[in-house]
C-alpha cells in the first residue's frame, strides 16, 4: 500500500540557517509521482514541485532543493538560507499510476517555524 | 496559471442547516475535482473525487447524502454539508486537475464552523 512519513512533525529554527524536510514514500508501484505543497497560515496549499520516478535528478529553485533517491524511497527538501516568510506547514505527496495518478495520498506535514 | 477559487472562505451556520461550497478552477478545464477536510493540525483526508458530468466517488467512511458533491461544468464543483452538526466543522479544501496532468491545484479553503 502507498504511504508516506515526514518524520519531523515540527522544526524550528532561526532565520538564515539552512532546513531540510524529510519524506519517505512507499509504493509497489514502478511509475509514480512525488509532490511537496505549501501550506501557509492562510490555509491554502501552494504547489512547490513535482518529480516522476524516472527522473532522479535533483532539483534547484532559489532558496529551494529537492533530493529524490529511489534506493532509499526519499524525497528531502531543503531550504536555504531560511527567511521568516517560510514559516508554513509543509506536504509531501504520492500518486500513483494504479489509480490513474487521481489519489494524492499525503504526509502528516512537516511545521517549520523560522525566527527573526 | 492553476488558479483555483473557493467560496466562501469562511462561513458560520446553525446546526441543521446546509451550506454550500463553490469550487472554481479560473484559468484551466478541471476535469477532476477533489474534496479534502483537515482538521487542525493534521494532515488532508480526501473525502470524494468528482469528475464533470458523473457521479462523485467517496472515500470509506464518507456520507454521501451527507456531504453532497456536484461537478456540473469543467469549472465547477459544489460541495453541500447537509443538516450541518458542530462535527462537521473543519477546513474544507478542494484541488483541481486537468485532464492528463499529474499536479492538483488546491484553492485557498473554506472554514466551518457549525453552531
Known amino acids: 500500500a502507498q504511504k508516506v512519513t515526514q518524520a519531523q512533525t515540527e522544526i524550528s529554527v532561526v532565520e538564515k540557517e539552512d532546513v531540510t524536510l524529510d519524506c519517505v514514500y512507499e509504493?509497489?508501484?514502478?511509475?509514480?509521482?512525488l509532490f511537496w505543497y505549501k501550506q501557509p497560515p492562510s490555509g491554502e496549499l501552494v504547489f512547490l514541485i513535482r518529480?516522476?520516478?524516472?527522473?532522479?535528478q535533483n532539483e534547484i529553485s532559489g532558496r529551494y532543493s529537492w533530493n529524490f533517491q529511489k534506493s532509499t524511497s526519499s524525497f528531502n527538501f531543503t531550504i536555504t538560507a531560511s527567511q521568516v516568510v517560510d514559516s508554513a506547514v509543509y506536504f509531501c505527496a504520492l500518486s500513483e499510476r494504479n489509480t490513474g495518478f487521481q489519489k494524492l495520498v499525503f504526509g502528516t506535514g512537516t511545521r517549520l517555524l523560522v525566527s527573526p | 496559471g492553476a488558479v483555483v477559487s473557493q467560496h466562501p472562505s469562511r462561513v458560520i451556520c446553525k446546526s441543521g442547516t446546509s451550506v454550500k461550497i463553490e469550487c472554481r478552477s479560473l484559468?484551466?478545464?478541471?476535469?477532476?475535482m477533489f474534496w479534502y477536510r483537515q482538521f487542525p493540525k493534521k494532515s488532508l483526508m480526501l473525502m470524494a473525487t468528482s469528475n464533470e458530468g458523473s457521479k462523485a466517488t467517496y472515500e470509506q467512511g464518507v456520507e454521501k447524502d451527507k456531504f453532497l458533491i456536484n461537478h456540473a461544468s469543467l469549472t465547477l464543483s459544489t460541495l453541500t454539508v447537509t443538516s450541518a452538526h458542530p462535527e462537521d466543522s473543519s477546513f474544507y479544501i478542494c484541488?483541481?486537475?486537468?485532464?492528463?496532468?499529474?499536479?492538483?491545484?488546491f484553492g485557498p479553503g473554506t472554514r466551518l464552523l457549525v453552531l
Open positions: 518529480r516522476n520516478s524516472f527522473d532522479e
Open positions: 509504493t509497489r508501484d514502478t511509475t509514480y509521482y
Open positions: 484559468d484551466f478545464q478541471a476535469t477532476t
Open positions: 484541488s483541481a486537475k486537468e485532464d492528463t496532468k499529474e499536479t492538483q491545484y
